[in-house]
């Protein structure tokens, strides 16, 4: 099972990005999908996630300037990051996710997200 997330770029301090991932469709099926993030010198950290009935959870730092969705006929999910932050620069990842909230499958490869000005 390939998970591929795109999207990422450089963009200005309050600007946004959409990322996507795709995987295949027993998985986005049956799983839960999230969207992780590391940053240089720091832990990977959960940042979103998506049930399969579309309910969604954010850690603190994206709660209200982030939006995760998914659209099961494409096995794919979204991260809509709006007001990035310099505090926001990360490689970010996709994943299914297990109960408790962690990654299922190994991971993918993801995509630089860089907020400077």
């Known amino acids: 099972v390939q998970l591929q997330a795109s999207g990422g770029g450089l963009v200005q301090p309050g600007g946004s990005l959409r990322l996507s991932c795709a995987t295949s469709?027993?998985?986005?099926?049956?799983?839960?999908m999230g969207w992780f993030r590391q940053a240089p010198g720091k832990q990977r950290e959960l940042v979103a996630g998506?049930?399969?009935?579309?309910?969604?959870m954010y850690a603190d730092s994206a709660k209200g300037r982030h939006t995760t969705s998914r659209d099961n006929a494409k096995n794919t999910v979204y991260l809509q990051m709006n007001s990035l932050k310099p505090e926001d620069t990360a490689v970010y990842y996709c994943n299914a996710l297990t109960q408790n909230g962690m990654a299922f499958l190994p991971w993918g490869q993801g995509t630089l997200v860089t907020v400077s000005s």
């Open positions: 469709g027993s998985i986005f099926s049956t799983k839960a």
């Open positions: 998506i049930t399969i009935g579309g309910r969604t």
